[in-house]
């Protein structure tokens, strides 16, 4: 099936500091990528859209200059923490979303691992 | 915007037994229903879809129903095993927009 790799997998920063997480589609080309945020025994929330070559649509209550999302090819997204906080100590995972590949339909969604963030 | 309610929260069956689990939404232009297996610690994994042009779709043990009048959708699990211990997540979206989930459901099978 479709292959999504996210990287790195667990990372630990210090309070200010950015963090940059990648997103890629290994097998596909991903029309569109989304990024989530999960907490622990929860849901998973959309933090934002991000289509190829056009800036990100993120949702109500997400500061976009805090997560900044670059969607530079089909095949790569990338999250980037800014000045991070504890409180942006989280599991955030992505997803890539391509067109019928394979017949398989478009409307899929592929997971990528997730990044474990801890912020000190 | 789309709002996607799941229950139960928890469920525990024993092996063997059969699991249920029920989604609502509410936007009545969603056209697509996935369903995810997410096991701790790992990334949700599609199990099964179903789209607003069928009313039910099986594979093996796993079954999805899709009411679109009542805007409810079902996942079935039968002869369930251990392994399908997990939390279960239903999702509903229009079209490639990105997916709405609901809160999920921990799933417990007991030997």
């Known amino acids: 099936g479709a292959v999504v790799s996210q990287h790195p997998s667990r990372v630990i920063c210090k309070s200010g500091t950015s963090v940059k997480i990648e997103c890629r589609s290994l097998?596909?080309?991903?029309?569109?990528m989304f990024w989530y945020r999960q907490f622990p025994k929860k849901s998973l929330m959309l933090m934002a859209t991000?289509?190829?070559?056009?800036?990100?649509?993120?949702e109500q209550g997400v500061e976009k200059d805090k997560f900044l999302i670059n969607h530079a090819s089909l095949t790569l997204s990338t999250l980037t923490v800014t000045s991070a906080h504890p409180e942006d100590s989280s599991f955030y995972i992505c997803?890539?979303?391509?067109?019928?590949?394979?017949?398989?339909?478009?409307?899929?969604?592929?997971f990528g691992p997730g990044t474990r963030l801890t912020v000190t | 915007g789309e709002n996607v309610e799941q229950h139960p929260s928890t469920l525990s069956v024993q092996e063997g037994d059969s699991a249920v689990i029920k989604c609502t939404y509410s936007?009545?232009?969603?056209?697509?229903f996935p369903w995810y297996k997410q096991e701790l610690g790992k990334r949700p994994q599609l199990i099964i879809d179903i789209r607003s042009n069928v009313g039910e779709k099986k594979d093996q043990r796993i079954a999805v129903t899709l009411n679109k009048t009542a805007k409810h959708f079902s996942l079935h699990i039968t002869e369930t095993q251990p392994e399908d211990s997990a939390v279960y997540f239903c999702a509903a979206t229009n079209s490639g927009y990105a997916l709405n989930f609901g809160k999920g459901t921990s799933l417990l099978v007991t030997p």
């Open positions: 097998d596909f080309q991903a029309t569109t």
């Open positions: 991000s289509n190829e070559g056009s800036k990100a649509t993120y």
């Open positions: 997803s890539a979303q391509g067109g019928g590949r394979r017949g398989r339909s478009s409307y899929e969604q592929y």
């Open positions: 936007d009545s232009a969603s056209n697509y």
